[in-house]
T-cell receptor, first 111, second 117 residues
Framework: KQEVTQIPAALSVPEGENLVLNCSFTDSAIYNLQWFRQDPGKGLTSLLLIQSSQREQTSGRLNASLDKSSGRSTLYIAASQPGDSATYLCAVNTGFQKLVFGTGTRLLVSP | EAGVAQSPRYKIIEKRQSVAFWCNPISGHATLYWYQQILGQGPKLLIQFQNNGVVDDSQLPKDRFSAERLKGVDSTLKIQPAKLEDSAVYLC???????????????FGEGSRLTVL
């Protein structure tokens, strides 16, 4: 059974810091991995999707890497801003678009 | 392009009552999903439709939950009777996929928050 773990559970940083969020999964047989952002009381917004054959994806200040063999992904946020405060969820696609989610990292960026 | 629409956004009911949630996916998206997100946890897949057929409902508590996707577009998720532990956010998502493809991106609605008293 696929299990996804995210560390840390919560993170508080001052504005401007570069930070790394971690995601690990137990079964390397995945099709892709997706990072989402969730604001309080809102749905999920897709940030980055990495196919199993890819090593990384970039979008603006966000960079996500994938090491399938070791069951790890990282989300790197450069020059963090207060508007980045949210919960970040990673999810692995185990086949036929079935996503298994981690419990998320709650990020607070203070001005 | 319009996103995934869900209603109602909030619902409060007493235990043993029934409730229904509605979802309209992004136009042209063949696959529709219902996820349950309990406070402090990641979303858990309840049911997945491909057009109007069920692909996966292995985690749907079928004694009280039901879902349908008539005509392969809109979907409804019903809970009857509700229990206290059903308090959660119910998220609908859709993706543009064809049979056998696994690489599509999922797009989520804003969710329907259910409180069972």
């Amino acid at each position: 059974k696929q299990e996804v773990t995210q560390i840390p559970a919560a993170l508080s940083v001052p504005e401007g810091e570069n930070l790394v969020l971690n995601c690990s999964f137990t079964d390397s047989a995945i099709y892709n991995l997706q990072w989402f952002r969730q604001d309080p009381g809102k749905g999920l917004t897709s940030l980055l999707l990495i196919q199993s054959s890819q090593r990384e994806q970039t979008s603006g200040r966000l960079n996500a890497s994938l090491d399938k063999s070791s069951g790890r992904s990282t989300l790197y946020i450069a020059a963090s801003q207060p508007g980045d405060s949210a919960t970040y969820l990673c999810a692995v696609n185990t086949g036929f678009q079935k996503l298994v989610f981690g419990t998320g990292t709650r990020l607070l960026v203070s001005p | 392009e319009a996103g995934v629409a869900q209603s109602p956004r909030y619902k409060i009911i007493e235990k043993r009552q029934s409730v229904a949630f509605w979802c309209n996916p992004i136009s042209g998206h063949a696959t529709l999903y219902w996820y349950q997100q309990i406070l402090g946890q990641g979303p858990k897949l309840l049911i997945q439709f491909q057009n109007n057929g069920v692909v996966d409902d292995s985690q749907l508590p079928k004694d009280r939950f039901s879902a349908e996707r008539l005509k392969g577009v809109d979907s409804t998720l019903k809970i009857q009777p509700a229990k206290l532990e059903d308090s959660a956010v119910y998220l609908c998502a859709s993706s543009l996929t064809a049979t056998g493809r696994n690489t599509g991106e999922l797009f989520f609605g804003e969710g329907s928050r259910l409180t069972v008293l």
